[in-house]
């Protein structure tokens, strides 16, 4: 039998054993996230999804659905946070929209737009990682990668592999390949797997078919990340 609590004002339903992100998704109700895919166990990482519960901060992909809580969500409060935290995304990383042919595809940049984060107004880390070429089918380019770890989940849960991990804390933290190399190439890793297709930025690219769709008629060029979702749970891929 399903309940109900508020977002917003507004009341949604939910069942037992959903998410606060769940009950959102259901009712059609955008709550800005990068590490959450319905499809995989929620991780709780990226904090955009960080709302108020009954006056309390809480992350929405992995806070159960409570009877008649009461949920902020889109206040001013709450999008300077997430603003905050997407500028850190990108100045942590290598996201040069204009150049990357993921544009108009990519979730960040989506996210970023929505939440109103247009320019980066921290210092860049400019890092300086490998890309990982090695693969005959797909490429990686560390550099983009936010930590989300889709790929590991993807790749552990719907795959039945172990090819990604992440390993270190805070700034030392980074997106492994389980190989006796490190390198994709040395897995069992391919271009068919959900872990290839879940991607949230240009990190996992597929070679040999950048920019089959132009930019400016890709998800997000067309409507924005509120209407359109997250792509990547759709399977859908377009580089």
Known sequence: MSKQLYIDGQAVSFEEGQTLMDAALAAGIYIPHLCHNPEFTPYGNCRLCTVKVNGRYAAACITPAQ??????????????????????????????????EKSGACQLQAVAYYCGMLAPALSHFYPRLAMDASHPEMVIDFNRCILCALCV???????????????????DARLRVNSASGKLADTDFS?????????????????????????????????????????????????
């Not at 997430?82 to 040069?96: A, P």
């Not at 132009?214 to 859908?236: A, E, N, W």
């Open 153 to 171: 989940r993807a790749s552990e849960q719907a795959d039945g592999k172990q090819v990604f991990s992440v390993s270190g804390r805070g700034g």
């Open 67 to 100: 009877p008649d809580a009461r949920v902020e969500s889109n206040t001013s409060e709450l999008q300077q946070q997430r603003q905050l935290l997407l500028q850190m995304l990108f100045v942590e990383g290598n996201h040069q929209c204009p150049a990357c």
């Open 191 to 239: 271009a068919a797997d959900r872990a290839a297709h879940v991607c949230p930025t240009g990190a996992i690219l597929h070679k040999h078919k950048g920019y089959e769709v132009p930019i400016g008629k890709r998800f997000y060029d067309q409507q924005p990340v509120s209407q359109v979702g997250d792509v990547t749970s759709r399977g859908s891929d377009e580089n």
